[in-house]
């Protein structure tokens, strides 16, 4: 089965520029997360989707960041306008919400760069 | 919330077993402790989970205390493809029928041949 899938894998940008990262869940996944990996904070949630809807984005650092899901298979995280300070690795996960305690499958992440 | 504490670094010999040590005081009786493990530039994976009971599937073994206070994560038979960051978690509610996983440092287990 195809795990969760990420892209780009790398992503160079000036500052300013729109960023967006995308991420297709695992088919029949109910739940999916987008984290933040930096070596000064470690791993983050920032914003997590039930059934395509946003349940917690307390982690969303501020507006230049949004998120969507606008259908079960596929969801975006968007950074306009970009800043230096956003570098960092970005992961996204799914899981299934059928029966207790279903853990959590990461995708191998989006690297991004903003010059 | 539940917060937990692990050893930054631990090293194990290719072939001998791994206990990598967590606490979590501070947990709450309907709690779940999670781990997973990041290897170099991937993302983090699944290890096991349990609330009380020990617990041991293909890749490890959880032991938890009886006060559920600390857990001991066992991969019994470490190879160099172990080494990676090990995390402790205490999932945690955060509302109506929803959980998050919050991740801390974790301990990075290295693996010597």
């Known amino acids: 089965d195809a795990g969760v899938i990420q892209s780009p894998r790398h992503e160079v940008t000036e500052m300013g520029q729109e960023v967006t990262l995308r991420c297709k869940p695992i088919s029949g996944h109910d739940y999916l997360f987008w984290y933040r990996q930096t070596m000064m904070r470690g791993l983050e949630l920032l914003i997590y989707f039930n059934n395509n809807v946003p349940i917690d984005d307390s982690g969303m650092p501020e507006d230049r960041f949004s998120a969507k899901m606008p259908n079960a298979s596929f969801s975006t995280l968007k950074i306009q306008p970009s800043e230096p300070r956003d570098s960092a690795v970005y992961f996204c996960a799914s899981s299934t919400n059928r029966g207790a305690n279903q853990p959590q499958h990461f995708g191998d992440g989006t690297r991004l760069s903003i010059l | 919330d539940a917060k937990t504490t692990q050893p930054t670094s631990m090293d194990c010999a290719e072939g001998r077993a791994a206990n990598l040590p967590c606490n979590h005081s501070?947990?709450?009786?309907?709690?779940?402790v999670y781990w997973y493990r990041q290897i170099h530039s991937q993302g983090p994976q699944y290890i096991i989970h349990g609330l009380k009971n020990n617990e041991t599937n293909e890749m490890a073994s959880l032991i938890i205390t009886e006060d559920r206070k600390s857990s001991t994560l066992i991969l019994p038979h470490a190879t160099l493809r172990d080494t990676a960051v090990y995390y402790c978690?205490?999932?945690?509610?955060?509302?109506?029928?929803?959980?998050?996983?919050?991740f801390g440092k974790g301990t990075l287990l290295t693996v010597n041949p």
């Open positions: 501070t947990i709450s009786g309907n709690e779940y």
């Open positions: 978690i205490v999932r945690v509610y955060s509302g109506g029928s929803n959980y998050k996983l919050t």
